[in-house]
């Protein structure tokens, strides 16, 4: 196996002979095995492991363990304890998505701060097949399918073409010592039970099952290739910018060979899960919104419009603004300065008469009720009036932010109409510009 290991890492991951990397260790077999060939080939390495603290006294042994691999095999090795439980309760996620969410944040920021390159990892063919079988139960699409990448971005795999079979021979046959997790036998685990039960009998049914699952995975990963970059040719006729949202044309969709399946590719990652549900939205009306986790899709006439979820309830919203620069959100400032008559106008800046108004101004979310005295018309105007006439969708109305006085006077709808009651005139001595 090092003789195979070893032309593998010349042929496919050379860069790991010139740079330091860092491989994850939990002190089982396959990421021990993976020190060792790695130690053989004298490559300039640390290690990293995690102690979860969910397997009370065994936790403490797989960190004693590890310490002691790498002071035997003179590798530097970097510990950290983690309040797993604690952390899951406290994001809502289950117990395996913290582990993992906790250890890569941690890895990263060890490349960071350590000057590392890569992080390893000890998963193989076997893992690779598992993968994929749990994947088929959810549905996935081809990304799912694919199986685990040998590399992505800075995360390398680079034990993937070997079975658990050759990992286990190999430590057998040079005496080398692991830890055992008792969990991996529970069948409690999806992944435990597809590795014990279903497995086994597709390797009794097709021996050369990994094999041939390499060769599919790679037949996928190929067309993968084809698919995306039709993806990115069809995104640039598809897709809108417009401020915050992703504007889709619903009737240039529907003319496609297979709108249902390009529409998946275009919004694969926005993390959908209903997909019937955004599929119904291309012959729907009006008005109809598919939510996922961290994304919105609303029909608004012709388009789909695609925004990320508000993290905050729009009408706690509520942020002060004086003379210079505020931040208001991630993408957006105010600036508020004395006007020179020298100074350029644009659409994103308005004159106001500084003598009738006065600090700190307000900056919010529209409310129910609102109204304002729009520039160049008589009268005054409900904001909801407003937004209707202008064909605001949901989206665009959550997003618009309100420029007002102490007193909730609307100054500016900002970028959109100011209030003609602020409005600086050619005789005003006083007057602020205020640009977005």
Sequence with gaps: ???????????????????????????GIDSVVLVHLFHSLGLNFSIAHCNFKLRSTASDLDEKFVKTLGEQLKIKVFVKQFDTSQYATSNNLSIQL???????????????????DYILTAHHADDNLETFLINLTRSSGLDGLIGIPKKQG?????????????????????GINWREDESNAELKYLRNRIRHKIIPELKDIAPNILKSFEKVS???????????????????????????LI??????????????????QLLKNYNFSEWDNVNDLLNSQSGKLVSSKTHEILRDRDYLLISEKNKDKVE????????????????????????????????????????????????RKWEVGDFFYPSGMKGKKKVSKFFKDEKFSKFQKEKTWLLCTKENKIIWIVNKRQDRRFTASTSTKDVLKISI
Excluded: C
């Excluded at 890492?9 to 050379?14: D, P």
């Design 218 to 244: 790679q037949n996928l990963s190929e067309s993968k290739v084809i698919i995306d970059d039709r993806i990115e040719e069809i995104s640039k006729k598809l897709l809108e910018k417009d401020e915050n």
């Design 154 to 174: 800075n995360l390398v795999r680079p034990l993937l073409p070997f079975s658990r079979e050759e990992i286990e021979n190999y430590a057998k046959e040079r």
């Design 316 to 363: 706690e919203i509520r942020i002060e603004v004086g003379l210079g620069t505020t931040k208001i959100d991630e993408n957006t400032e105010i600036k508020i300065e004395k006007y020179n008559k020298n100074q350029l106008l644009d659409k994103k800046s308005i004159l106001v008469n500084k003598n009738l108004v006065t600090f700190p101004m307000i900056i």
């Design 247 to 264: 504007k889709i044309n619903v009737e240039k969709v529907l003319k496609l060979s297979n709108p249902k399946a390009y529409l998946f």
């Design 98 to 116: 913290a582990a993992r969410e906790l250890r890569y944040n941690w890895f990263h920021s060890l490349l960071e701060s350590e000057q590392l």
């Design 1 to 27: 196996m090092l003789h195979h290991f070893k032309s593998h890492i010349k042929t496919n991951f050379s860069f790991l002979e010139e740079k330091p990397f860092l491989i994850a260790v939990s002190g």
